[in-house]
């Protein structure tokens, strides 16, 4: 079954600090992997995804993310955290043989204290 | 470009009442989705359609849970009667057509059931 786990329910770094939001996923087949940010009463906003290619893929607000296939993993990174960065991360698999249907983690709440 | 559009932002309501979301995608995209997001979780898929016809509803709790696209547009989600455990944010997406593409997300409708 397509799953994404996200084991950690709250990362505190320091601003400035580099920071790391963990997320593994099970899927059949190849993987299309996506990072989103939800700020309090807002939907969820698009960072970035991994559909095939580098390992390493940028997105939004100097976001990056690092695939690996051994160990069916795609964590979340950025070199120095902003207090502006505090919000909650969810990672997403999409099933591209079952309804192209979007797998979510249970999200990881950032906290970035100055 | 407009993003995706949704009403109520919230609504308050007494167990057993009735209530309806509306969601407006991002123009031309084909797949829409409503998702159930409670407290502390990540987004749980209700129903997934693309352009009028219903792909997946396998979560859909049907007995009180209803969901339309009937010009393969605009969505309205309905429930009726609500219970407590309704109580929720409800979130529509939007795709365009092709599988490396991400959702796009309205602010959702925050739902409470008294």
């Known amino acids: 079954a397509q799953s994404v786990a996200q084991p950690e329910d709250q990362v505190n770094v320091a601003e400035g600090n580099p920071l790391t939001v963990k997320c593994t996923y099970s899927v059949s087949g190849n993987p299309y992997l996506f990072w989103y940010v939800q700020y309090p009463n807002r939907g969820l906003q698009f960072l970035l995804k991994?559909?095939?290619?580098?390992?390493l893929v940028k997105g939004s607000y100097g976001f990056e993310a690092e695939f690996n296939k051994s160990q069916t993993s795609f964590h979340l990174k950025k070199p120095s955290a902003l207090v502006s960065d505090s919000a909650l991360y969810f990672c997403?698999?999409?099933?591209?043989?079952?309804?192209?249907?979007?797998?979510f983690g249970s999200g990881t709440k950032l906290n970035v204290k100055p | 470009e407009a993003g995706v559009a949704q009403s109520p932002r919230y609504k308050i309501i007494e167990k057993r009442q009735s209530v309806a979301f509306w969601c407006n995608p991002i123009s031309g995209h084909a797949t829409l989705y409503w998702y159930q997001q409670i407290l502390g979780q990540g987004p749980k898929l209700l129903i997934q359609f693309q352009n009028n016809g219903v792909v997946d509803d396998s979560q859909l709790p049907k007995d009180r849970f209803s969901a339309e696209r009937l010009k393969g547009v605009d969505s309205t989600l309905k429930i009726q009667p609500a219970k407590l455990e309704d109580s929720a944010v409800y979130l529509c997406?939007?795709?365009?057509?092709?599988?490396?593409?991400?959702?796009?997300f309205g602010p959702g409708t925050r739902l409470t059931v008294l």
């Open positions: 997403a698999v999409r099933d591209i043989i079952n309804f192209n249907k979007f797998y």
């Open positions: 997406a939007s795709t365009p057509t092709g599988l490396s593409n991400e959702q796009f």
């Open positions: 991994y559909i095939t290619g580098d390992n």
